[in-house]
């Protein structure tokens, strides 16, 4: 909890508090001016986006060239049917794990260092599912019929089959879609009010007025507020178990050794949050520094994350480990060849890679100077995704090439256009997410202002601070 | 269409569709060169006197002229274009079965690299000129040719043409023309005539104890290979009783996989063991001399001395050759196999009057002197053939005029001047004297597609203005054949609808000569010098010499030893890879004295570590786009080596330096691992392990026999109730939708408190939820060939992927022939595996050939996967694929453990791109009964789910059930070892469900409970007989 932590930022506090859990924000309208002025475009981000949008291009041409010339332009080497899009679609799930989880459950627990980053968290969420849904349609063959999964009457009466781990993806991914953007959309009601009332260009304005559904600060509305939040955080927390899980059922359902094992539940839904908590660090960490956030992301904040992170990151290890207890103690022998192919034959590179990157490396955070120290956190985030799609590809690809029938057995390799819309789908991603935090309020307005202890805040009310602030560090 | 018309009831496939007689008002038929396909319009008025009705097919009686063995074919018509061979069971050679091959004709007939019309050459270019100029040009050359002045060079057929072409050539004061057929083995046929007076005895394997083969490949292209193969499973089927194989070669070939024993000699010391197991020296200096392993010998020897007959084959194309098959006949005379497995009174006619390769050569001295002042060449590639030291492109540049009848652009024509492209034999008449007292009679299947002419009829044109027309009187060569048919018109006709008739046609005139070659002295085989590896040069066992090599199916069938597909490689043995440090894929050179190829290695343990073999058929200069610039021509390394007495061009033998060349070529391989690592994938039992009469007859005897589990039966009395539960693999067989487990993709179709089964029930007027599909395949017949992968494509419209210009967008491997298959794209629905077992460092090692299709599971992993059910099971045990349902999420092929599904990744069959399988008129070979896939579908084997329902169609017009055994799938139909068999395994009446039953019976993966509808039966192997000395 936060308020056990001690202050350790290098800014003292002007008023001596232990419980003081931003001591570099003093009041209200320090908040409202700190956030709102991260609300406009520079010009820094417009080449930011220019680029995200580049990549989405370059993506986008890659994939109507497959469209157009077929599955074939990607590097499918048959029998590994599954292959890039796949492996990023289950990163771009997990991805999105870690905003429901810190929105979501850290809420119900009533962490307090949930309050700065549950945005960007949440948003990131949004944008990676977004991402995410896209790839199941874009591995398809013939993409323009991805509708037919989905249940809908038609005079032919053929539904779709619902024991297929694919029609459950369906349904897994457009619920958390929805849930998620609820939930996002949600919280930002207070805020998007707080800043129609502070917006003086009139269309700018009309648009927030719409997007605050008339939000007046009454009690009434944060009575029903506060309800539908704890509701929505509720009807979330499962979902956080359970995507995953349905996503991992596309595996475990199967009979692929590697594939079907009853661990890939939790296995998942571990490996999600991880990833997700890293991607919330590659994410946050620029962020807070570029929008001046860093007394509103504090490192106590980061570091409370990750330690999460680090927790996620053994329960990954240990998953690994059990992965190979299971293939040994199970007297399997395909899946015992299989594992061995994975770990010391044709793909020890790549589990040697997610090796590192997720178990390894993140030991590292049991040091409490590292956690505490943004720019390793924001190098072992890279680590980490690059690890977690690694994750992905070591369990998509090597069971596929190491199958039942030996005669079959085979290599892969991606092509151009598969790292192109692999490229294009970070590039829809961060164009998203760019869009977002320029117009949209990346660290909460009203949350931060409720952990501005009461006694600070009518100070400077009405007046400008009295104060100024000097450089903070990390 | 009273000639198609059945009897109502008691019908057979066969017979229904017993072959039309289709006499010349047949041949008109509609029109069928492809840029009239445009409209759908019926036929009010059949063009040919009702034998076309739009949608039912018309077979034509046959013969395949692929090689010279004239097997017998059904070609299948429909709507004016042949789209399909199979062989016609009532032709005494083949007896149904067609090989490879033979599959392929029909893409030879559709090639789009054909010559469209005749051409000459005018200055450095080609024009085109109509029929009546070739023609007058052709007569006007003749005048003031004589005697030895013409060559006329003819792939060697037989039957009524070499005949026709003597008199045609005599008429014209000219030479009798040269019989040449690259493949023929010469030297057997000199010493065959010599022994036995018979140019080739049918060989009966079943008759044989022992089968020992020096280096003749009879199941690939030495001899007959159909009737070989045919009978050669026949006798290994026969367990206890089957022979046993020896192999004795320098490299095992497709046949040398097949045998239990191979004994490794160096290439020419076959004569010396030859000798030596009939008692000439010692068999140790005999073994020091071959490098063969003594004790091999030894127990070779020792195990000759109890099986009688044991049957001798010789086909080593080496120096001595003849001398080989001398002492091979005097072996099979003293072991007592004339007579009994070698029949010199059934003799094998295909192969009488062949040219000896010393005939081709001397013509080709006296080209280059200068003496030949026309030369026509028809049917055969000698450019590509013979090899290159023998100078034939130097030769033909010394002859003035050079005719070609060439049907397709290739070295040899691209030489001529005047190209009179002949029909194709699928739209040609002819006479084939397969066997000595059968005739096997050849008719258009189709008209011709393009504005080709058939030699016969251009050559009687051509006396018409010369003074031969004296003797050519007929306007036709149909008409010249209708007048040597013993019966003339109306026999002619009659026999037209069987195909075959018994009776000799008139032969050449002047046949070759035999040789008496025993005075001419043995040559010499020298000894290796250091670091010198023999070269062993052998036929392609699909593309032949060469002359398949414009047909993608044959390109793309793996080759059953290598696997290799679209590409030449050099075979080199594992321990010279290591001393080289090489990996497959490594280019090595291989330098004799007569030139250099550069291929990439192929690391096979069945090879001796002195020698490397090269294939030959490939390396086409020119030969159409699926053959030029495709791997390599060995003939360029290979010496002219003639036998001085039989005159045998031997290719084999040569020395040769092997050196690294720094390149790679990736080996266009479809093999994964070539171990099965303990899978039970392919499983054999030893012969002494077979159940004796008695114990058989224990087993039942169908498995609509087998108690099918009852998921309501009460639990067996006593502790036998663990193994009791429904659907225990290793007991049940057929659980099908009669199994608890099986219902798992139906849904409440098939669960018993349906309401409403639908189709399911068993009840329904379809009958089909009484029926379950299944396909026996028995490993002890199956010896590998590969024809059911080419009767698969043919039947199924399987596009093939590695042609060059279907490689340009494949990642990684733009534009290389067989790219897609180096990126596992092959589309085949069925694959020959072949797993080595045992130590693949010495020569004990065994293969095992595995045929792998869709096993039909009953219970299938991928329907359930499946999310918009594009994958069902059908009422009758198939499980089906929707392709027009089908969204491409591949999680099918996924979840399938025997990896028989294949994703169409391009527009394999998209006429309008790249990757277009098959450019017209390719096309018109498309089977009409199947879709064509687009791109991002799967497809995999339906068990020929058209023939199943088309069957049921018919039983149900004429008011009758499906007869058993009335009809069966592609595969089995072409499976020149009756391998396979696929019928009703719910019905006791159908053979399938007793060969199903079989002790030998087995499941692949039966640990993953899915049930399969394919049964393999256990290859049978045949150890050593127990006295032989032991290698120890």
Known sequence: ?????????????????????????????????????????????????????????????????????????????????????????????????????????????????????????????????????????????????????????????????????????????????????????????????????????????????????????????????????????????????????????????????????????????????????GMVFTILIPLRRWFGLKRYVTINDLDAAAKMCLLTSLVVGLAYLTEFWVAWYSGNEVEQSYFVARVFGQWWWAAWIMLTCNVILPLSLFVQRLRRNTTWLFILSLFINLGMWYERFVIVIPGLSHEFEPWQWTRYSPSAVDWSILLGSFGWFFMWFLLFCRQLPAVPIAEIKEIVPARLRALGKHTEPEYTLPELEG | ????????????????????????????????????????????????????????????????????????????????????????????????????????????????????????????????????????LLAQKLAGVQGAASVFLNRHESGAFPAFLDQWLSAHGLAPHLSYDPLLDGAVVQANLQSYGVAWPAIDFTAARLIVSFGADFLETWGASVPQQLSFADARARGAQAPRFVYIGPRRSLTGLNADTWIPCAPGSELAIARALVGNGSLDDVATQSGAPADALRALRSELESASPALFLSGANVRNAFELALAVNDLNRSHGSVGSALLPDRAIAAFEGASRDADVIDALDRMRRGQVALLFVRGVNPVHTLPAAAGVADALAKVPFKVSFSSYPDATSELCDLILPDNHPLESWGIAQPLAGEMSLQQPAMRPLFDTRATGDVLIDVAHRTAASSRFGMTSYRDWIIEQYPGGVRAFTAALEKGVAPGRVAGRMSAPRSTTAAAAATPAITPLAEGEFHLVVYPHPALGEGSGANKPWLQEMPDPVSKVSWQSWIEVHPTVAKRLDIVPGSVLRVETSAGHVDAPAFVYPGIRPDTVAIALGRGHTAYGRFAEGIGINPLTAVPVALHPGAGVLALSGAHAQVHTVDAFDELVTTEGSARQHDRGIAQVVPVTALLSREERSRLPQTVANVRMPQAEN??????????????????????????????????????????????????????????????????????????????????????????????????????????????????????VERYYEGNVEDSSFEARFVPMLCQHCGNAPCEPVCPVYATYHSPDGLNVQVYNRCVGTRYCSNNCPYKVRYFNWFGFGEANRTQYAWPEPLHLQLNPDVNVRGKGVMEKCTFCVQRIREAESRARLEGREVQPDEFTTSCAQACPSRAIIFGDAASPDWTVSHVAADERGYHVFPELNTYTAVVYLKKIVHPAPPEAPSGA
């Open chain 2, 714 to 831: 009460a639990p067996a009395e006593g502790g036998e109730e663990e193994e009791e539960y429904p659907g225990k693999p290793d007991t049940d067989f057929l659980p099908g939708l009669r199994s608890a487990v099986a219902a798992d993709a139906q849904g409440e179709l098939v669960s018993k408190n349906a309401k409403d089964r639908g189709m399911y029930a068993l009840d329904h007027w379809s009958g089909m939820a009484k029926r379950r599909w299944a396909m026996t395949i028995d490993l002890a017949r199956c010896t590998g060939c590969s024809a059911c992968i080419t009767a698969c494509y043919a039947e199924n419209n399987v596009p093939t992927v590695g042609a060059p210009y279907q490689s340009t967008r494949t990642p990684g491997y733009q534009g290389r022939p067989g790219a897609n298959i180096l990126r596992g794209r092959e589309m085949t629905w069925m694959r």
């Open chain 1, 1 to 277: 909890m936060a308020s056990t932590l001690k202050p350790v930022d290098t800014l003292p506090p002007d008023l001596p508090s232990a419980d003081v859990h931003l001591p570099g924000v003093k009041t209200y309208h320090q908040v409202n001016v700190d956030i709102r002025s991260t609300l406009h475009p520079t010009k820094a981000w417009f080449g930011a986006l220019s680029i995200a949008i580049l990549c989405l291009l370059v993506g986008i041409t890659a994939w109507m060239y497959q469209i157009y010339m077929g599955l074939g332009v990607a590097g499918y080497e048959p029998p590994v049917m599954w292959g890039v899009y796949i492996v990023s679609f289950v990163f771009w799930v997990g991805i999105g794990h870690a905003g429901t989880l810190i929105s979501a459950i850290l809420y119900l627990f009533r962490a307090g260092f949930r309050t700065t980053i549950y945005r960007t968290a949440e948003a990131m969420t949004v944008f990676a599912v977004m991402t995410a849904g896209l790839f199941p349609i874009l591995h398809l063959g013939r993409p323009w019929k991805f509708f037919w999964l989905i249940p809908y009457p038609n005079w032919r009466l053929i539904w779709p089959q619902f024991k297929s781990p694919l029609i459950w993806d369906v349904f897994a991914i457009l619920t958390y879609l929805t849930i998620s953007t609820t939930f996002l959309f949600l919280g930002l009601v207070p805020d998007i009010a707080a800043l129609r009332d502070a917006e003086t260009h009139p269309i700018r304005k009309r648009i927030y007025a719409v997007l605050s559904l008339g939000w007046r600060n009454s009690d009434q509305e944060w009575r029903h507020f506060s309800r539908a939040y704890l509701f929505l955080a509720a009807l979330s927390t499962p979902l956080v178990l359970s995507v995953h899980s349905v996503v991992s059922f596309d595996f475990a359902m199967s009979l692929v050794p590697g594939w079907h094992t009853t661990i890939f539940a939790p296995y998942f839904v571990a490996g999600a949050i991880f990833s997700g908590i």
């Open chain 2, 1 to 136: 269409m009273s000639d198609t018309s059945a009897p109502p009831s008691g019908v057979r496939r066969r017979e229904f569709l017993k072959v039309l007689g289709a006499t010349g008002a047949a041949t008109a038929a509609i029109g069928c060169t492809s840029s009239h396909v445009e409209k759908l319009i019926p036929y009010l008025v059949q063009p040919d006197n009702d034998n076309t009705v739009p949608g039912v097919s018309t077979y034509f009686a046959t013969t395949c002229r692929e090689c010279a063995a004239s097997c017998g074919v059904l070609a299948e018509a429909r709507d004016g274009r042949t789209f399909k061979l199979e062989g016609n069971p009532e032709h005494p050679l083949n007896r149904g079965a067609l090989c490879a091959r033979g599959q392929a004709a029909v893409q030879g007939l559709l090639n789009p690299d054909r010559y469209r019309g005749p051409r000459m050459r005018r200055g450095n270019a080609w024009a085109n000129i109509t029929w009546d100029e070739a023609i007058a």
